[in-house]
């Protein structure tokens, strides 16, 4: 008798390698590591903010670029050859921190250190994006929500301890041994590229990426639930900036140097961590949109909390913990609602992977530079208010405009490959 062939099955990756894959080590050092060091030298947390803010201006252009990773070579390549060039970044940034101190954070080598970091920086955005890009077609899809929860557990612990080490490293090691030890874990974290799944695709050409970038980019948007995402994502309700600011804040907690850094360290990644493993579940059960906003919302009140209450290394070492236990939250729902909206098998979805983060990257820059003018005119204080303000109002704004315009808070759909069983188990039935 004969039996038609069947189609090869598909291989899947764990969703916890993407963890590994996407990493956090470079966000660490452009935010947890400079915003110690530079006021360490002198620079004020205002100039601090300000030279945060135009290095994370990357995030939010890299889908410019983006498109690239989407043809000739396999992303894998793509994501290899970033790595490495975002890791010489680094490596030559260490060198130059001191001398970019000079006149208060305002003198050409300041100039020069925020170039390198912003190139360095694009670079890890395309990096992260074509990791993005990829996890929909190599991670089942009823893993999404655990592969975003791996994800966020893994960037935000390295953005954290990761930060952490820069600086303890960039302290105590001689700067020729630091600037090659820094860029370690960029590498390391780059390393499963050589063993995934190959991807089931056929890479555009560049020139027909590029030409149809925004048109494809236009009808994608022209969908509701892509365009009240973005609506989500672009207004700086739920950015948790302060993320970049609390290195510089220990001070005025009368925090020592080695407390805020194992503060800003230790504390940032395990509270990130259990946040965004509380997420991922959390993803499968609520609207991803409701609960990119309202965690915020909550680590408000904690950021209200130490402004307004004693400046004592507890409440700084408690806030710190609370907002970034809710950040973890909003990191995990952000990638599982960006997967959704991708799907699978699209042909540009490293790209719309990009313009979703990009999205939420200029809501984030935009509230570091706001944050760094309150810090401006009132201190840690006006920094802090600034913050739960933004998240505050823009996130009820938010809430209600998604509540009216964009379907309510429905739950998140069932993964394809359990509607498939489902559904063969209707026919069984």
Known sequence: MYSAPTAPQRRYMPAWLTGILYGGMYNGFASVSLSQLMPEHGVTLGRT???????????????????????????RVWAGLLAITAAACLCFSVPMLGAAAENGGHGP??????????????CNQMYTSTIGGMVPNL??????SAASAWLNISYLALTGAGGALCVWEIRNLPTHVAMFTVPIPILLGATPLFFIPKEDRIPRRVGEAMSKLFSDLWETARQPSYLFALLVFVIPSATFALQNLFGGMG???HASPELTNLSVGLLFT???????????????????????IAPAMVAALGSLAMAFGPKTPWVFACGLFFYNLMAGINYTA???????IVGKNNPLSATQYAVSIAACNLAITGSVKMDGVGADRFGVHGALVTDALLSLV????????VWKFG????????GEDELVEAEAGAKIA
């Open 394 to 401: 823009l996130g009820t704004l938010v809430l209600l405009l």
């Open 109 to 122: 080598h300041a100039t020069a250190l925020m170039l390198v970091v912003f190139f360095g920086y694009l």
């Open 270 to 292: 395990i509270a990130c961590a259990i946040g965004a493993a509380i997420g991922g579940p959390l993803s499968n059960r609520f609207d991803r949109r409701f609960l990119f």
């Open 407 to 414: 379907g309510g808070f429905p739950k998140p759909p069932i």
């Open 49 to 75: 903010a300000d030279m945060i803010a135009l290095i994370l201006t990357a995030s939010y252009v890299s889908f410019l670029l983006t498109p690239l990773v989407d043809c000739g070579l396999p992303r």
């Open 334 to 340: 952000t990638s599982a609602l960006v997967f959704q």
């Open 251 to 253: 001070a005025d907690f």
């Open 139 to 144: 991670v089942r899809p009823s893993q999404h």
